[in-house]
């Protein structure tokens, strides 16, 4: 009921906020207000989005942005730049809330009441690629490139957006604009390496693409292009070794507005993605304080808590994981993925039963876990239970045939059954479908003649 009121109040609030802002557009504006509006078509009537769904602060913060925005357009002589900048933020606000749409009307005042700020189209771009209008998004760009031209996150973006259009011939300038300003930027050179690879340059794209993972090894998403790149070149070994490691990880360019823009939320989830943000970038101090800001909004979220012990883990402080992975199986006894953390800091301390209870349990809630059925299956070949590992190992390549350690496991295993014969057969295929990893081969030669 709560939820639907502050809905209700919503709706009233952007219904005087559009006879507001005609009233001001067509008498109370300064000038440079009014000729800033004459210079754009009529703007529709802002809506607000549906928050019946958001994180209640999130919602909250919503609604006091929207009473401080009426406020200004209520007031006589509000100066240009703060109604400006006040549009502005309700737009950060929505934008960050994963509401893009809904943030575009916002951006769009902002910018024609202060054409040159560089700031409003160039969030513009980045809702209209998150929607993908990736016309409007080029033209948004550009637009924020003439305020600044050597701005690298305009470069690199609108290089991004001219690629995903199928026009690599204008994105190419951009990245190497980026590139040369900024010697070594992952981002600039994943876009030259894409472009390479859509112009069919494949020697050059791998060259580019190979920098980026080193660069960066976390940008994923190039081994699917290095993948393309060396099959076309012939190298067949190295494709598929680079497909069988292919994310979604993007590497952007630095990013200072998208960074403002991110730090605005309030409220359990935002804390979660800042936390998450810290951990990838090896932060662990800082993930944990976030994941404790959430936890103070959203105590029984079990997310949250099991995060919270992976930082902790992270820094050393096993005593403090544990406690936290324990406290979240309290509250939520279903969650498996505390479970299998437990397993594994019992698996590393020697304390085999508890490993293969935790992890039994992992299994229990999520049977499609593949995770914890390595970690338990390792556990069992090493305490020469090998029948249940061999279990375990099959299973996870009935759920996942790519995933090369259930194959050394279940060859491993195999092995320690006296089964010589099925485990040679077992490497064999791996090695085939494995050409990199040594390990197939070179266990498959240490078998030959065992067992004969």
């Known amino acids: 009921m709560a939820r639907r009121t502050l809905v209700a109040v919503l709706m009233t609030m952007a219904m005087l906020l559009a006879s507001s802002a005609c009233r001001s557009e067509k008498s109370a504006s300064p000038p440079s207000v009014q000729s800033a509006a004459q210079a754009k078509p009529m703007l529709q009537p802002v809506q607000p989005p549906d ?39 309700m737009g950060n606000l929505l934008m960050a809330a994963e509401s893009a749409a809904a943030a575009e009307p ?10 040159a700020d560089a700031r409003w189209p160039y969030y513009l771009g980045h809702v209209y690629m998150a929607t993908g209008d990736l016309a409007r998004s080029i033209a948004a760009f550009e637009r924020a490139r003439r ?11 609108l290089g991004k957006v001219y690629l995903d259009s199928g026009r ?31 112009r069919r340059d494949y020697p050059n794209a791998v060259a580019y693409l190979e920098q980026v993972l080193s660069a960066d090894p976390r940008a994923s998403a190039a081994h699917y292009q290095l993948a393309l790149a060396y099959r076309e070149l012939g190298n067949t070994a190295k494709a598929e070794a680079h497909l069988r490691q292919r994310g979604t990880v993007e590497i952007g360019p630095p990013d200072p507005l998208m960074v403002e823009l991110r730090s605005v939320l309030r409220g359990a989830t935002a804390e979660e993605e800042r936390g998450m943000r810290a951990l990838e970038n090896r932060d662990f101090t800082a993930a944990a304080e976030y994941f404790r800001r959430g936890l103070e909004l959203a105590p029984d979220n079990p997310s949250l808590r099991h995060k919270l012990g992976t930082a ?25 993925q505390a479970h299998y953390s437990l397993g594994v800091i019992a698996a590393s301390s ?46 996870v390549i009935e759920i996942d045939p790519r995933v090369a350690d259930a194959r050394f496991g279940y060859a491993g295993a195999l092995v320690g059954l006296r089964r010589y014969a099925e485990a040679r057969d077992v490497l064999s295929e791996a090695a085939r479908l494995y050409p990199d990893q040594r390990r197939f081969g070179e266990a498959l030669a240490r078998l030959q003649g065992v067992g004969r």
Do not use: C, H
């Not at 305020?147 to 973006?157: F, K, N, R, S």
């Open 51 to 89: 928050l019946s769904r958001m994180d209640p602060a999130v919602a909250t913060q919503i609604t006091e942005r929207y009473q401080f925005l009426q406020s200004l357009i209520g007031k006589p002589g509000t100066p240009p730049a703060d109604l400006a900048r006040a549009y502005g933020d």
């Open 106 to 115: 916002y951006y769009l005042y902002a910018e024609s009441i202060a054409p």
């Open 147 to 157: 305020l600044q031209p050597m701005d690298d996150a305009t470069l690199v973006w």
């Open 168 to 198: 690599p011939e204008s994105a190419e300038p951009l990245f190497a604009q980026a590139l040369s300003a900024q010697p070594g930027l992952a981002a600039a050179l994943y876009g030259l390496g894409r472009t390479a690879l859509a």
């Open 312 to 336: 902790l883990a992270q820094m050393g402080d096993t005593r403090g994981a544990v406690d936290a992975f324990e406290e979240t199986i309290r509250r939520t006894p279903n969650y498996a």
């Open 350 to 395: 020697g304390r085999v039963p508890d490993a293969v209870r935790y992890l039994s349990d992992a299994i229990r809630y999520e049977p499609r876990y593949i995770e914890a059925r390595l970690q338990l299956g390792e556990v069992l070949a090493r305490t020469r239970q090998f029948e249940q590992a061999r279990a375990q190992f099959k299973r």
